[in-house]
């Protein structure tokens, strides 16, 4: 088992949700507590994934224009992009 320091947070769930996580964690075979961390830490991680890729779009859309324009000034000698 992994150790790690912890803080002791109280939570109130629906008892709907609370059936819910049961059914879930008997089939993962884990307690109650790990099927919680571990459910926040992917809602965690795919909030920053969704982020990350949203500042890249909006990098990539500003950058777009002098993309193609460096690319349009190297036509001629570079064949990559014939």
Not at 35 to 40: I, K, L, T
């Amino acid at each position: 088992m992994e150790e790690f320091s912890s803080i002791r947070k109280q939570i109130i769930f629906s008892p709907d949700l609370v059936e819910r996580i049961n059914s879930m964690r008997k089939i993962l075979k884990v307690d109650f507590s790990r099927f919680v961390r571990d459910a926040a830490e992917e809602r965690i991680e795919r909030i920053e994934r969704e982020r990350l890729d949203a500042e890249l779009a909006e990098g990539y859309a500003v950058n777009a224009e002098l993309d193609q324009i460096t690319c349009d000034d190297f036509k001629h000698i570079d064949g990559e992009n014939i």
